[in-house]
């Protein structure tokens, strides 16, 4: 992955966007959350029963497609020089728009709208993201996501 400089990140708000590698999401991966989250509803976790929904089958947790935004963002935005960290400081919309049949593989696109300096080294950052469903029309989830990234200088 590339590095840039935080002043030349800043500069590339409203213009720097990037799409991340694909990730498939399985009946295991969801069967995982669903155990790591508590949230064992049907819909997520019994096949059988899964096919006799609208969905014809199991599908993941929202939650689980916008948990992969970090994977997403690691994977195809630049690092900055000097940073020593980064955070999710939240979300300022999140839409869940379309299930995710098991087995369906995802990716996040990415726009940098602004960074700014909070205090000295601390930055947040907010993008625009979506999270695309291989061969579906329609993203899976919108949001607009608050980041923080320290850095040393």
Known sequence: MSKMKIEDFISQAGTLTRTSDWITVDQETINMFADATHDQQF???DQEKAKLTPFKGTIAHGFLSLSLLSAFVENCMPRIEGAVMGVNYGFEKIRFLMPV??????????????????????????YEVSVEIE?????ALVA??????????
């Open 101 to 126: 049949p098991a087995g369906s593989r995802l990716r996040g696109n990415f726009k940098l709208v602004e960074c700014t300096e909070r205090n000295p080294g601390e930055y947040q950052s907010k």
């Open 135 to 139: 061969n579906m029309d329609k993203p």
């Open 144 to 153: 607009e996501w608050l980041a923080l990234t320290f850095v040393q200088k």
């Open 43 to 45: 819909i997520h976790v």
